[in-house]
């Protein structure tokens, strides 16, 4: 059965210092991988996923996430963190047998 | 359109009525898909569409839940005999390809549901 952890209900960050939102997951198959973020009373908006190839993947708004099959990890980054990242991200995943499973969430809050 | 639209975006209700949830997906875009989302979760996979039909149902909780997406665009999320527990966000997604694990699915904003 496939499941994502997120390990951190919450994570807080200064403003402009590099931030870390930490995903890990188990599939059967080649495992795809997705980053959601979440605003208040707003949809799930895409932000990147790793399909195949390179580990590094970036996305939206200067965001990035390295897929690490050694430790099932794809944990997501980014340089400068902004206020206005703010929100809730949500990590998934799906393989070609199932359909898509996120993680509970992480709330991020960037403080000025 | 240029995204997904779900209608109403809040419903209130009472035990044991019937409600519909309506979700228009983007334009073009083939698979369709149903999701719950309770206070504090992740959203979980409730059913998703293949054209017209329902590829995969497992995630509906019980037989209370129905869906339908006649002409292959626009879904509806059918609620019998509601109950309070499901109360949660309904939150519908489409993506451009039927058979694909790979593509990516664009989410709506969701339509809050109260079970008074």
């Known amino acids: 059965a496939q499941s994502v952890a997120q390990p951190e209900d919450q994570v807080n960050v200064a403003e402009g210092n590099p931030l870390t939102v930490k995903c890990t997951y188990s599939v059967s198959g080649n495992p795809y991988l997705f980053w959601y973020v979440q605003y208040p009373n707003r949809g799930l908006q895409f932000l990147l996923k790793?399909?195949?190839?390179?580990?590094l993947v970036k996305g939206s708004y200067g965001f990035e996430a390295e897929f690490n099959k050694s430790q099932t990890s794809f944990h997501l980054k980014k340089p400068s963190a902004l206020v206005s990242d703010s929100a809730l991200y949500f990590c998934?995943?799906?393989?070609?047998?199932?359909?898509?499973?996120f993680g509970a969430g992480t709330r991020l809050t960037v403080k000025p | 359109g240029a995204g997904v639209s779900q209608t109403p975006s809040n419903k209130v209700t009472e035990k044991g009525k019937y409600v519909e949830l309506r979700c228009d997906p983007i334009s073009g875009h083939t698979a369709l898909y149903w999701y719950r989302q309770s206070l504090g979760q992740g959203p979980e996979f409730l059913i998703y569409?293949?054209?017209?039909?329902?590829?995969?149902d497992s995630g509906l909780p019980n037989d209370r839940f129905f869906a339908v997406r006649p002409e292959g665009s626009v879904s509806t999320l059918k609620i019998q005999r509601t109950e309070r527990g499901d109360s949660a966000v309904y939150l519908c997604?489409?993506?451009?390809?039927?058979?694909?694990?790979?593509?990516?699915?664009?989410f709506g904003p969701g339509t809050r549901l109260l079970v008074l």
């Open positions: 998934a995943v799906r393989d070609q047998y199932n359909d898509m499973r």
């Open positions: 997604a489409s993506s451009l390809r039927t058979s694909g694990s790979r593509e990516t699915q664009y």
């Open positions: 790793y399909i195949t190839g390179d580990n």
């Open positions: 569409f293949q054209g017209t039909g329902a590829a995969d």
